[in-house]
């Protein structure tokens, strides 16, 4: 958030919930992005790039998974 003071009023969502949409967000656009690089590696022919972009997007995959089961929680009212 740019603002010390916002606290959901802009957006009606408290910004720690906030936060942890864009985090799901953003990790899977990660992986969707990793995805393309990977095929751009392997028509490269560059194994060992590509295997770096699948680690990194193994990682993406796990940071969306493991926001999404807190956001489940949350809207469970858990």
Not at 11 to 35: F, H, P
Not at 48 to 71: C, I, T, Y
Request: aromatic share 6%; with cysteine.
């Amino acid at each position: 958030m740019t603002s010390d003071t916002e606290t959901g009023g802009a957006t009606g969502t408290q910004d720690k919930d906030y936060n942890l949409i864009w985090y799901v967000e953003a990790c899977l656009s990660n992986a969707l992005r990793l995805e393309n690089y990977i095929q751009d590696a392997e028509r490269a022919k560059d194994t060992e790039v590509a295997d770096l972009f699948r680690k990194a997007q193994a990682d993406s995959r796990k940071g969306a998974e493991l926001g999404k089961g807190l956001l489940r929680a949350r809207l469970d009212g858990s």
